[in-house]
């Protein structure tokens, strides 16, 4: 898989240091394809259906990275295959209510996970009602 940067921009400069902020992508990636192998190298699980559930940026009006939000279902077990720097990841199953409890105890707080969380929902048929 290529990678190609598409721009470099200088956003601060001293006589110490300068920090740029680059954009890249991943040509002609395949957005399942990609998810279909960071599972099974992350958790050593392999999909028998991956259903895309939307695109999101990481942090809108900050950076705009964005991320794919794929749902994998039929899952069968197998062996975790880590790079270095992910060594010492532990994965275990969580139930949906026990990720809201986690939520509600402020135990989990990360934006993006919470965003997919609730692409989840929607997916499965939760959606807010609007008022009128």
Known sequence: ???????????????????????????????IELARGELAEETGLRAATMTPLGHLFEAYGYCDQGFHVILATGLEAGEQRLDDEEAGLITRWFAEDELWGLVEAGRFKDAPSLAALALFGRYQGRRPTASA
Do not use: K
């Open 1 to 31: 898989m290529e990678i190609a940067a598409t721009s470099s921009t200088v956003v601060y400069r001293n006589r110490w240091m300068t920090v740029r902020e680059d954009r890249t992508v991943r040509v002609d990636a395949d957005p």
